[in-house]
């Protein structure tokens, strides 16, 4: 019924319902048709009727164009939300691969593409050199034998390597009056560049081999590294690292190189130094600056820092103080250096002298010169405006750790991993 709701079955007994129930609604008093027929008006459009059966026919028609539209309605929103849930997949779906397009490229950026390591480089690299051109397959074959063996025994070939390079250093400034005050060095450090097994990736390694260049002079460090008396080879290196993440050190880290370097070319930083050397019984800590503090963007606390662990243990007021100190492994986002001096200017400010990995050993070589006018250490010279990366974070040594302090730094490790990851 359209006035109060009631079920009846369509026909006389809605008539009848109609009639006794609604009937006062219905009529209209009064009206005539001149036959003296009764009226009836649509309780929904005013439409007057002069017959029951018409009116309900014509009720039914408003209750079905009713049903209508409220279908209509129901089926447009079940579409509206069915677009809405295609709409949401094909766009979870692009955001995945995306994500596994980005994931991919990063993979590739640090090497963790499974696309093979030092090895596998150098190969391809000179059979490139030999297409075109620039290497005879002889040479090809010659330096093939010899990288071969070297990487068997676990050593550096030694073809990207310049010694002397601090001594040259130390004697240039014993004459050079004209802007420099002061400048401390460290112990000797040879300096080693990127090969064509490791161009793009071995800055890490690199630098390692320049430090550990250093303390293999110091014999401080004896003891330490008696079972590594020679410069190792990019992936013997590798394999000394994850010879301490076997040990325990830094769980979370190996797990983010799912606890396997060989055989890639994956970046390493200042983490990985510091559990190689800890794991080697070597005394160092990681400083992060991880903001700048200057308003313009530099580090100048990084230079102080630097400044007090060359100076520290200098006495007197010489110009040039050739310390004990090792070198400093300096790394920022997507590369690493290491620091090897510091010089103090006449006006006060300081500058960094770093062995870049990036530079080339014929560069390197011409420190060496006895007519060095200084012009050649714009190759190492680094100025407060020149370090402007968000972050930097250095690795110091400092001396030997016993194995009380080994095992409590391993300790330490694996507690902040825990406290770490859930």
């Not at 809405?84 to 963790?112: A, C, I, N, P, V």
């Not at 071969?148 to 990207?160: H, S, V, W, Y």
Request: proline share 3%; glycine share 8%; net charge negative.
């Amino acid at each position: 019924c359209p006035f109060c709701g009631t079920a009846v079955v369509v026909g006389q007994e809605l008539e009848a319902h109609l009639r006794t129930r609604h009937g006062h609604l219905l009529g209209i008093p009064g009206a005539d048709m001149g036959g003296g027929e009764q009226l009836y008006e649509c309780p929904m459009c005013s439409l007057t009727c002069t017959d029951i059966q018409i009116l309900e026919e014509h009720v039914d028609l408003h209750l079905e164009e009713h049903n209508f539209v409220e279908d209509g309605n129901i089926r447009d929103l079940e579409l509206a939300q069915q677009l809405q849930t295609e709409e949401d997949k094909r766009q979870r779906s692009e955001e995945e691969r995306r994500e596994r397009e980005e994931f991919k490229k990063l993979q590739k950026q640090y090497g963790l593409d499974n696309s093979g390591g030092y090895k596998q480089q150098f190969l391809k690299n000179m059979e490139r050199e030999v297409d075109r051109g620039r290497m005879q397959p002889f040479e090809y074959h010659k330096r093939k034998t010899d990288m071969m063996e070297c990487l068997a025994f676990g050593i550096d070939d030694g073809k990207t390597k310049t010694s002397g390079v601090i001594e040259a250093l130390c004697k240039y400034y014993q004459n050079e009056n004209k802007d420099v005050r002061h400048v401390w060095l460290s112990t000797g450090v040879d300096h080693f560049h990127s090969s064509l097994g490791d161009k793009g990736w071995g800055c890490g390694y690199r630098n390692f081999q320049m430090l550990l260049s250093s303390l293999l002079q110091n014999s401080l460090y004896n003891d330490c590294l008696r079972d590594t008396t020679v410069i190792p080879s990019i992936p013997k290196i590798q394999s000394m690292i994850e010879d301490a993440w076997r040990e325990g050190f830094d769980p979370r880290g190996a797990s983010h190189f799912n606890n396997r370097l060989q055989g890639s070319k994956a970046w390493i930083g200042a983490c990985e130094i510091y559990s190689l050397l800890t794991s080697l019984r070597i005394k160092c800590q990681i400083i992060d600056f991880h903001k700048p503090t200057d308003p313009m963007g530099t580090h100048p606390h990084l230079f102080e820092w630097v400044l007090r662990y060359y100076s520290t243990d200098s006495e007197g007021g010489a110009k040039v103080v050739c310390t004990s100190k090792p070198p400093i492994y300096l790394q920022h986002q997507g590369h690493s250096r290491t620091i090897v001096g510091i010089e103090e200017r006449k006006n006060r400010t300081l500058c960094l002298l770093l062995f870049d990995p990036g530079c080339s050993s014929q560069e390197m070589q011409k420190l060496l010169k006895q007519n060095n006018d200084g012009a050649t250490l714009r190759l190492l010279r680094k100025y407060v405006g020149s370090l402007k990366e968000k972050q930097y974070q250095i690795v110091a040594v400092d001396g030997v750790l016993s194995s009380e302090e080994k095992a409590a730094r391993l300790h330490a490790s694996q507690i902040l991993t825990s406290e770490k990851i859930p």
